[in-house]
């Protein structure tokens, strides 16, 4: 079983940066090998959107509406995955979770929430123009 718990949410102005944070509780052996690791968000009213995600091969993706101003990276050894947001704009407000799952994303299966096998609770972010 894997538990993953969120954190460095808060509010920012436009323009703001904020960096978060996902820690696993699990073996390093078995975050190590993570087929892919992700960061999704949902705001109010809207569907459940992929961000960013890494796979075991360190390949990553990361979503057209964030990219240049979002980065995904993870840390084996410390079991945590990251994500540094900078240059927030309001439309950036959301809940952002943090997920794994075994098997290997890549191409299509990206941001496919049946690919993750583990969530997190999610920390908000708030962004004010």
């Known amino acids: 079983q894997v538990h993953l718990v969120e954190s460095g949410g808060g509010s920012v102005q436009a323009g703001g940066s904020l960096r978060l944070a996902c820690a696993a509780s699990?073996?390093?052996?078995?975050?190590?090998?993570?087929?892919?690791m992700g960061w999704f968000r949902q705001a109010p009213g809207k569907k459940r959107e992929g961000v960013a995600a890494i796979n075991s091969e360190g390949n990553t993706n990361v979503a057209d509406s964030v990219k240049g101003r979002f980065t995904i990276s993870k840390d084996n050894a410390k079991k945590s995955l990251y994500l540094q947001m900078n240059s927030l704009k309001p439309e950036d407000t959301a809940m952002y979770y943090c997920?794994?799952?075994?098997?290997?994303?890549?191409?299509?299966?990206?941001?496919?929430?049946?690919?993750?096998?583990?969530w997190g609770q999610g920390t908000q972010v708030t962004v004010s123009s």
């Open positions: 997920a794994a799952g075994r098997g290997l994303c890549s191409g299509g299966n990206w941001y496919d929430g049946t690919w993750y096998n583990y």
């Open positions: 699990t073996y390093t052996y078995s975050w190590s090998y993570m087929g892919c």
